[in-house]
């Protein structure tokens, strides 16, 4: 019976692949690549509100700020905790633009039509100006371990196309040997190009699939695996889980934001 559930699950998750492709290549017909692009973030967003936890909000991006006035690049989606504050006055019907605290952000995604070396960089320049998360110190209790606080938010680069994952790797290797001064804890956990590939940042403890079905032996941390089996089903489901990972620690978090009014006050 197991057996079967998981077998309707699977299809289940590869239904909402093809939706993702299916809704992603329907959005082609407008004219304007802004008007192509906004759409296939929407698209995006409206999956990871479909299936992430209740306790995240998702919401097309804008940018992260850190409580020192820090700022990152415009990202496409971003998925917070529901305990973060909200900017939405100009964006009350959810299809604009916001912005959001970089404590409590639980996953952010950079959404591309086309998957080349110049999207790729636009995508790993803007994970990489993320401002940096701060200590747990005195925010959770001592008997809670969150090793991997200083890696969120979950980060993610979705196209709907792209080149062939060999070349994207290769790209990706080129842009940190060249700017290996962006710590790991700046760079995507996932890669995904529909319908081809994906490819993951190994993390600590991470066990992935052979192509022959086995398991690989332990890898490398902080180095990036392609993955050619089943791409849009890993995935769906790696993105869930990293987001589901956050949501589930972030309830353990003592978040305080009152460092925004004091520094809203100091700016006058």
């Not at 998702?58 to 971003?78: A, C, R, W, Y």
């Not at 912005?99 to 636009?122: C, M, R």
């Amino acid at each position: 019976m197991a057996r079967e559930f998981y077998a309707r699950l699977r299809n289940y998750y590869l239904k909402v692949a093809e939706v993702l492709r299916g809704d992603a290549d329907a959005a082609s017909v407008f004219p304007n690549t802004s008007d192509i692009g906004v759409s296939r973030e929407r698209i995006y967003a409206d999956f990871l509100r479909q299936h992430a936890p209740s306790k995240c909000n998702v919401f097309l991006g804008g940018f992260l700020f850190h409580d020192d006035g820090t700022e990152s690049k415009q990202l496409d989606v971003i998925v917070t905790t529901d305990t973060a504050p909200r900017f939405d006055f100009h964006n009350p019907d959810g299809g604009g633009k916001s912005f959001s605290p970089v404590e409590g952000t639980l996953g952010v995604a950079s959404i591309k039509s086309t998957l080349d070396k110049n999207q790729l960089f636009d995508a790993l320049g803007g994970i990489a100006s993320i401002p940096p998360m701060k200590s747990l110190e005195g925010r959770v209790s001592f008997t809670i371990q969150i090793s991997d606080y200083y890696d969120w938010p979950y980060k993610i680069v979705y196209a709907s196309n792209g080149l062939e994952g060999p070349t994207i790797l290769q790209h990706v290797e080129t842009f940190y040997t060249e700017n290996a001064d962006i710590p790991i804890t700046r760079r995507p956990h996932l890669i995904h190009v529909a319908g081809k590939y994906a490819i993951v940042r190994v993390i600590k403890g991470m066990k992935l699939k052979s192509p022959t079905g086995g398991l690989d032996a332990e890898i490398e941390e902080g180095t990036f695996r392609l993955l050619t089996r089943d791409p849009d089903l890993q995935a769906i489901v790696w993105a869930l889980h990293g987001l589901q990972q956050n949501a589930a620690a972030s309830t353990e978090i003592l978040y305080s934001y009152g460092g925004i009014i004091n520094n809203v006050h100091d700016a006058t």
